[in-house]
């Protein structure tokens, strides 16, 4: 299984960009997913999660501006951001929550103020 990020962009602060994720390979429905990412010097760090069924967790700092979906027909899934901070800039992956597979090449958001 192989993982492909992509959507990435420069944009200015409060603009807003929509991450996808394509995931090669069978399963893909039924694994918890998430969208991670990492800051220059910083650890990486979980920001939004989905079920299988679709039921969506978000980390604090991202609540109410990120919103996460997939499409299990089509083995993708994607990352709404809305009113984007400087802070949020960093390569952003999208993994498993549990077994996490090989990490993919991520997508860079850089949000400038």
């Known amino acids: 299984v192989q993982l492909k990020e992509s959507g990435g962009d420069l944009v200015q602060a409060g603009g807003s960009l929509r991450l996808s994720c394509t995931a090669s390979?069978?399963?893909?429905?039924?694994?918890?997913m998430g969208w991670y990412r990492q800051a220059p010097g910083k650890q990486r760090e979980l920001v939004a999660s989905?079920?299988?069924?679709?039921?969506?967790t978000y980390a604090d700092s991202v609540q109410g501006r990120f919103f996460i979906s997939r499409d299990n027909a089509k083995n993708m899934m994607y990352l709404q951001m809305n009113n984007l901070k400087p802070e949020d800039t960093a390569v952003y992956y999208c993994?498993?929550?549990?077994?996490?597979?090989?990490w993919g090449q991520g997508t860079q958001v850089t949000v400038s103020s």
């Open positions: 993994n498993r929550i549990i077994l996490r597979l090989d």
């Open positions: 989905i079920s299988g069924g679709g039921s969506a």
């Open positions: 390979g069978s399963a893909f429905s039924v694994n918890a």
